[in-house]
């Protein structure tokens, strides 16, 4: 079984930063891709960031130049750094891996339970 698990989420005041973290655990047998995906009440959830297990890395518009994400291979942890937060930052966000649970499995979508972060003054 595999857990993606979110933490950093809170209150924040517009300008402010946040660091989410992510840990992916379980039965993981290799990981693509690892992202950050966000969601508020009446939207559909879109992506904000992307990485690679080789680093590529791709941003929503709206986050480029405010948000860092960064990986760490060899703990399958996934982070985001947010600065320069924004009242429109706020939403549900989420963890995302694209992993296989063995060598002949196919990669499929995990996704964590959610971490809220709140912009406001």
């Known amino acids: 079984q595999v857990q993606l698990v979110e933490s950093g989420g809170g209150l924040v005041q517009p300008g402010g930063s946040l660091r989410l973290s992510c840990i992916a655990s379980?039965?993981?047998?290799?990981?693509?891709?690892m992202a950050w995906y966000r969601q508020d009440p009446g939207n559909q959830r879109e992506m904000v960031a992307l990485?690679?297990?080789?680093?590529?890395?791709n941003y929503a518009d709206s986050v480029k130049g405010r948000f860092t994400i960064s990986r760490d291979n060899g703990k399958d942890t996934v982070y985001l750094q947010m600065n320069s937060l924004k009242p429109e930052d706020t939403a549900v966000y989420y963890c995302?891996?694209?992993?296989?649970?063995?060598?002949?499995?196919?990669?499929?979508?995990?996704w964590g339970q959610g971490t809220q972060v709140t912009v406001s003054s």
């Open positions: 995302n891996a694209v992993l296989r649970i063995s060598s002949w499995s196919t990669f499929r979508n995990y």
């Open positions: 379980g039965s993981i047998f290799s990981i693509d891709a």
């Open positions: 990485i690679t297990t080789g680093g590529s890395i």
